[in-house]
């Protein structure tokens, strides 16, 4: 005796629904993972952007006192 048609087609339905609930997950899972990565790279870029604008700062407070230290060697008999 054959397995029936019906039972036949609400297994195959079953497994289709089990699959895609783990794809779905799995994709969730890679979304999550990748805004994750996303708010990292957004913190560190802050902190670079940070971090240059301090350089900036000491750039130009070093070309200043250069500047000095040159008008006063310039002003030394």
Known sequence: MSADPIDDG???????VKLADEGR?????????????????SRQLT???ETVASLET?????SQKIDNLRQR???TP
Do not use: C, P, V
């Open 47 to 49: 902190e670079l952007r």
């Open 25 to 41: 997950d799995a994709i969730m899972h890679g979304l999550t993972q990748a805004w994750e990565g996303r708010k990292d790279l």
């Open 73 to 75: 060697l310039d002003n």
């Open 10 to 16: 609400f297994k195959k339905m079953l497994d289709g």
């Open 58 to 62: 000491l750039i130009f407070e070093q």
